[in-house]
């Protein structure tokens, strides 16, 4: 099958950015959305972020070939069902989402005649909402796929084209095993700046605004992390409650063994594991997802 139409539903960063770049890559696709606040509508429109902003999400989605939802994982279910009656059989039916296994089976839920292929782009930042977005947000990210047992392998193959053709990286992955990395990878993560940003917060008093007046690099990377859309991540925690709870353990374990190392003077021990740290951080400069130009290549304004 060929992808025509495309439907968007939710227009905020990964939204707003998904058509920005099938406008650059794809021009001969059309492309609907909705946002269910109409000041993002509206937003959306002024910046052409589709090529039609519709008033509701089943106007956007009733000639869809593909159906997108860019909306918070926890929101999924209740944004499918809103446009169930209006979309065709044939539409192939995906996500944004950081969670898959949640976001399966609430599409699954609400759409449970259509063909479902959830998907997460591994791309974003910590900022939010129709003003957010632009075109390169996937250039040479990975997109993972975790298509349910016995969908269409045509349809995996369609979807999979749509993506490497925004520029994005391919793979396909079992939905329980990506929730386990990603947990890894970007949930306890963001957990941690949450929280390390939140205790800085809670000692202002003690340090007297020194907290803020002297962040270096290291704490002021955290408050970027922790900028992130607090909807979306409380919905991902929620939905991934099992597998961040599971890597949550592993790594109270391995912070209470650096406490030990710390509090017996083991120098070696520090030393062993900062090394291996940072050989990871060079992995991640070679493979191209991140830069590796003093701080990243960013520039601060």
Known sequence: ?????????GLGLLGGSLGLAIAERMPKIATAGYDADPNVRLRAAERGLVDRVCDTPAEAASRADLVIFCVPVG???????????????????????????????????????????????????????????????????WCILTPPEGVEAQAVATLRQFWESLGALVEIMDPAH???????????????????????????DVTQG????????????????????????RDVFLNNREAVLEVLGR???????????????DGDALFDLFTRTRAIRRSIIEQGQDDARPDFGRKDH
């Open 251 to 265: 790594f109270t374990e391995d912070l209470s063994s650096l406490q030990r190392a710390i509090r017996n003077g």
């Open 210 to 233: 020194e907290v803020i007046k002297y962040s270096a690099g290291g704490f002021r990377d955290f408050t970027r992390i922790a900028a992130s859309d607090p909807v979306m991540w």
């Open 178 to 204: 990506h929730d386990v990395v990603l947990a890894v990878t970007s949930h306890i993560p963001h957990l941690i700046a949450y929280t390390i940003v939140g205790t800085a917060s809670d000692l202002e």
């Open 1 to 9: 099958m060929s992808i025509e139409r495309v439907a968007i539903i």
């Open 75 to 141: 929101a999924m279910e209740a944004a499918a069902i809103e446009l169930a009656a209006a979309l065709p059989t044939h539409a192939i039916v995906s996500d944004v989402g950081s969670s898959k296994q949640s976001v399966a089976k609430a599409l699954a839920a609400a759409l449970p005649k259509h063909t479902i292929i959830p998907a997460h782009p591994v791309a974003g930042t910590e900022r939010s909402g129709p003003d957010a977005g632009f075109a390169n947000l996937f250039s040479h990210r």
